[in-house]
């Protein structure tokens, strides 16, 4: 946390008395922190030479720590300071204008979002939440993070883990297609999709495979003639609910089957 921070710029801007200065950065504290946490960072100033009492003001050394923290020789008004440098230091990029600040918070939102692999529609939203607040509004927000946590940076996404080789994948698929029992056919050579999926233990020896991704390498497979896809031209014959979860839409094309090349 950052209050202790907090407290050397807002004495390096003006020096102040305590009543005055808790009542000044009450607005930037979480909402369950007390008057008695400020005091406590105070008194802790005080202890390590960066803040000295009757009058509260601050040291050398504290003056010293304020102006490096916020990257000035001379501090500015306080006003400034929180509008605008202290956003930058939440944010880690220079925000000089309102738009600026805007453009930077949607940049950092979105990072965000993407980590978290939200779809367009959702990065949408962020963005316009973040466009409709008002400046005062974003500094607050951003000296708010600062102080809970200093400068703010996502953490990444996690790193997907690499793909099996292709060639263990379809040599998996092809031996499991030739296993899978006569409920899971139609006819000799044509394989439910879902059956196959069954048949390889819904992709137990490929961790982290679910059955869209399964059905996504079919489709790279089918592209590049690796195996062969198939339609299901007599839906009314078959079990709907087999049908429903074997198929793979891709533009124009639906599929149901992977043909077992063995019994071709």
């Given at each position: 946390m950052q209050l202790d921070l907090l407290i050397l710029i807002r004495l390096a801007a003006k020096a102040t008395p305590r009543s005055?200065?808790?009542r000044s950065l009450r607005r930037f504290l979480a909402v369950d922190t007390s008057e008695g946490a400020i005091d406590a960072a105070l008194k802790a100033l005080v202890a390590s030479g960066l803040v000295a009492q009757r009058p509260l003001r601050l040291t050398p050394n504290g003056f010293k720590r304020a102006h490096d923290?916020?990257?000035v020789d001379a501090m500015?008004?306080?006003n400034h300071v929180w509008r605008r440098r202290l956003p930058a230091l939440a944010l880690g990029v220079p925000v000089d204008t309102d738009d600026e600040l805007r453009a930077a918070v949607v940049a950092q939102r979105l990072i965000w979002a993407l980590g978290r692999s939200?779809?367009?529609?959702?990065?949408?939203?962020?963005?316009?939440?973040?466009l409709n607040l008002s400046a005062t509004a974003l500094q607050l927000e951003m000296v708010r993070q600062w102080v809970v946590g200093g400068r703010s940076t996502p953490e990444p996404p996690p790193t997907p883990e690499p793909p099996r080789p292709p060639l263990d994948f379809l040599d998996a698929v092809r031996d499991a297609t030739t296993r899978v029992p006569a409920e899971g056919r139609f006819g000799a050579d044509r394989?439910?999709?879902?059956?196959l999926w069954k048949q390889l233990d819904e992709g137990a020896a490929f961790p982290g495979l679910t059955l869209d991704a399964f059905k996504k390498r079919l489709l790279d497979a089918n592209r590049t003639q690796q195996l062969t896809l198939a339609r299901a031209d007599m839906p009314g014959a078959m079990d709907r609910a087999t049908v429903a979860a074997s198929e793979i839409r891709h533009l124009n094309s639906t599929f149901h089957f992977v043909l077992d090349r063995s019994r071709l």
């Open positions: 005055e200065l808790v923290a916020v990257g500015p008004s306080w939200q779809q367009l529609r959702e990065l949408a939203i962020t963005a316009r939440q973040v394989v439910f999709i879902s059956a």
